[in-house]
């Protein structure tokens, strides 16, 4: 698949785990529907590499662990590559690894990043401007066509609508929306983007996630988009999203703005 001129860009925070070989294999489905690229970004962060204060054997250490990391991330993309006959590119850097994120979004300036839950620790010191698919071992794709798809909470800015329409274009499934409202508030209007819609509103309450990621679980939904709108503070940094994130057993998709 020739990806030089592809519509977006998608990078993958990988290492070697099995959660981030199948981040990766996630993230070359969603290429393969979106019309995207991939490539992935493997970091080495150097205090975990060396096991002494001889300089010369930290030079020796640090060289066998990037040829010993840089084939194990090869095999897994050429598997995955020629598994859905995607090209992959690999960039590999050195340094602390939240910095390097940041850095690494600041130059390439990716349209998504796609990361395994167990790297969301670091998505405080990301920007707004990047999507950020997050999903963890459990969750496989075998594809994003005919996705069943659901969104929480507020209306999609311009870029994430674009976004979710290339996602929806392949579906047959209804678009599921999960809201919450307070306790003396009238339910959301229909939604003017997404008028066809089913809706699904929760009273706020101690234990309204909890009925919120249930509900995405018996509704099948398969990817759950989270918008991130101008009035409100980048969307992973707020506690609530955190916690529904970490309650839900779908992978998340936390749209830029």
């Not at 493997?42 to 975990?48: A, E, M």
């Amino acid at each position: 698949m020739n990806t030089k001129n592809s519509k977006y860009s998608i990078s993958v925070l990988m290492d070697l785990s099995k959660a981030s070989e199948l981040a990766l294999s996630n993230a070359a489905q969603l290429a393969k529907v979106i019309d995207g690229r991939v490539e992935v970004l493997h970091i080495k962060v150097p205090t975990k590499i060396v096991k002494n204060d001889n300089q010369l054997s930290a030079v020796r250490s640090i060289h066998k662990d990037t040829r010993d990391s840089k084939n194990q991330i090869k095999e897994a993309i050429k598997a995955i590559s020629k598994r859905e006959n995607l090209k992959i590119s690999l960039k590999m850097v050195y340094g602390n690894e939240k910095n390097s994120v940041k850095e690494y979004i600041s130059e390439h300036k990716p349209n998504f990043l796609v990361l395994d839950k167990g790297k969301s620790k670091i998505l405080d010191t990301v920007g707004n401007d990047v999507n950020l698919l997050i999903t963890n071992e459990a969750q496989k794709f075998h594809s994003f066509r005919d996705i069943s798809l659901g969104i929480f909470d507020d209306n999609l800015e311009e870029s994430g609508l674009e976004i979710f329409n290339d996602l929806k274009r392949e579906s047959t499934k209804p678009v599921r929306l999960f809201s919450i409202k307070g306790k003396l508030e009238n339910a959301p209007k229909t939604n003017s983007q997404l008028p066809d819609a089913i809706s699904y509103v929760f009273t706020e309450g101690a234990n309204v996630l909890d009925g919120l990621s249930s509900y995405v679980n018996r509704t099948n939904t398969e990817l759950l988009c989270i918008p991130n709108t101008r009035k409100a503070r980048f969307a992973f940094q707020t506690d609530r999203t955190k916690q529904l994130v970490n309650k839900l057993n779908v992978p998340v998709l936390i749209m830029a703005r």
